[in-house]
């Protein structure tokens, strides 16, 4: 597995990571059998996989301890990145506040991310989402302090908006952002890509295949179940993804042009893109994670990017990414 570094912080992993909250959460029922989703991280770890994304809202915490018990055996060999910000009962559960990026609340869910990895210090501690009630340049001092304690290694925020990025820089240098973008998703384009290039700082781009749209195994006349977040996203009603499959299908034309998948003509988009960029696609079957990790070695020449830059920028994706009380957290 080719290895990327995150920006200007030193931080080097895999050129592709996993993104581990399908595991707990968001895509239909959770397996039922966590040791198999055990042997599932650590055959990503034999395939060369090094950099592994959860965060302490996926599950309730419960993703956070299946990943750090999965990975205990290979701790100095990878690195895990973790989210705060979200508010919690002390039952655990969600609490009605939201968001809670409040310096000493930071400085208090930290070490439970810290027992539930089974680390002494988190490789990459983002925010999950800016807090409005929060400055952050508050945010970031609360995370220096953690740097300097020992408990964090480098930091980083999730859905950021440019402005932000540069505010909390300036405090505490930002190691990586992390945001949605895909062919289907390419709003950080417009600001934060350039403002990341200028400050060095690294790109880690979550749902890199839309969401399992991007691998051309889901059509108009696919079902969710009713705890599969799709059910939500107008971006995945019948309607839009009738009107959406012609990107899938540029991306098959060119797959079939190279021998792939749709799914690593995304992937390959993606890492042509920019050096520092680590996509952390997820999945929970390993011949998935087989075809992902296959993406690393799609060769994507100049025409074939070319191509699909021609084909896609015909294409007017229909439907929000987001129902409107989510998309209203991204981006601050």
């Avoid at 302490?56 to 973790?82: C, K, M, S, W």
């Avoid at 400050?199 to 006349?221: E, H, M, R």
């Avoid at 969710?224 to 009603?237: E, K, L, Y």
């Avoid at 920028?313 to 229909?318: D, E, G, K, L, R």
Wanted: hydrophobic letters at 40%; charged letters at 25%; glycine letters at 8%.
């Amino acid at each position: 597995m080719q290895k990327r570094t995150l920006g200007s912080s030193g931080l080097e992993v895999s050129a592709l990571g996993l993104g581990c909250m399908g595991m707990s959460q968001s895509y239909g029922p959770p397996p039922g059998d966590r040791q198999d989703m055990i042997a599932f991280i650590r055959a990503a770890v034999e395939r060369g996989v090094t950099f592994f994304d959860t965060a302490q809202v996926y599950g309730h915490f419960a993703n956070e301890d299946l990943v750090g018990e999965a990975l205990a055996p290979f701790r100095n060999q990878l690195a895990i990145a973790t989210k705060f910000g979200f508010d919690f009962r002390p039952d655990g559960e969600r609490s009605a506040n939201g968001l809670n990026s409040r310096p000493e609340y930071i400085k208090q869910m930290v070490d439970g991310s810290l027992r539930r990895l089974r680390v002494e210090s988190i490789d990459l501690f983002y925010q999950h989402r800016v807090d409005p009630n929060v400055s952050i340049e508050d945010v970031a001092g609360a995370v220096k302090d953690l740097i300097a304690a020992g408990k964090v290694k480098d930091f980083g925020l999730s859905e950021a908006a440019a402005p932000t990025i540069r505010r909390a820089h300036a405090v505490q240098p930002v190691a990586a952002v992390q945001s949605e973008y895909s062919l289907w998703w390419r709003r950080p384009e417009e600001e934060v890509l350039p403002t990341l290039e200028e400050l060095a700082i690294g790109f880690v781009p979550y749902s890199p295949l839309g969401k399992g749209f991007l691998t051309g195994t889901i059509d108009a006349q696919a079902e969710f179940t009713s705890n599969d977040i799709r059910m939500t996203i107008p971006r995945f009603t019948p309607e839009a993804r009738r009107a959406n499959q012609a990107l899938v299908d540029v991306l098959r034309a060119i797959a079939d042009r190279k021998e792939a998948t749709p799914a690593q003509i995304a992937l390959g988009w993606l890492l042509a893109r920019k050096p520092w960029m680590v996509p952390i696609p997820g999945t929970r079957r390993l011949e998935r994670l087989d075809e992902n990790l296959g993406s690393a070695a799609v060769d994507l020449t100049p025409d074939d990017l070319r191509d699909i830059e021609r084909a896609a920028s015909t294409i007017s994706i229909q439907g929000g990414r987001y129902p409107e009380h989510l998309e209203r957290m991204t981006n601050l």
